[in-house]
Every structure is written in C-alpha cells, then in structure tokens.
C-alpha cells in the first residue's frame, strides 16, 4: 500500500500563531493527528502571528501546549 496516498505531504497554515485559540486547542490537535500516524512525516506548519516572537519563543510554547508524559519521544520528534 502506498503511504503517500495515505498520508500525503501537508502544509497547515496557522492564522494567529502567537494566539490563545492556537495554544490551547490548534497545536494540542495537529500534536495527536501526527502522534496517531494521521499526519505523515512530510507535513509543515506555518504560523502568522502578531506578537514579535522568536522561532525559539514560538516552540517553547507549543512545546509546552503539547506535552504530556506518554508521548515525549513523540513530541521531541515533532
């Protein structure tokens, strides 16, 4: 079975990156989708935000939205 058909190559734009709605329900989700194998390993996630943030500040917080104790190899990865 082709996993290309199954899982195809993905870019997720993300409007109000720096934004509550993002930490606490956008990043969680895209987070479980790639955890449960949804998502496939060629995937990107783009953000627009207005707060002026780092790319260093921007993963500390998804980081922190998506962290939970069973899934920390899979979140290092992600």
């Not at 199954?6 to 934004?19: D, E, L, Q």
């Amino acid at each position: 079975m082709n996993t290309e058909t199954n899982n195809p190559k993905a870019v997720i734009v993300i409007f109000g990156a720096t934004g509550d709605l993002a930490k606490r329900k956008l990043y969680p989700s895209i987070h479980r989708l790639y955890h449960s194998g949804k998502l496939g390993d060629q995937f990107a996630v783009v953000g627009v935000g207005r707060r002026p943030w780092s790319h260093e500040d921007l993963r500390a917080v998804v980081k922190e939205s998506v962290s939970s104790d069973d899934a920390e190899a899979k979140t290092e990865e992600f």
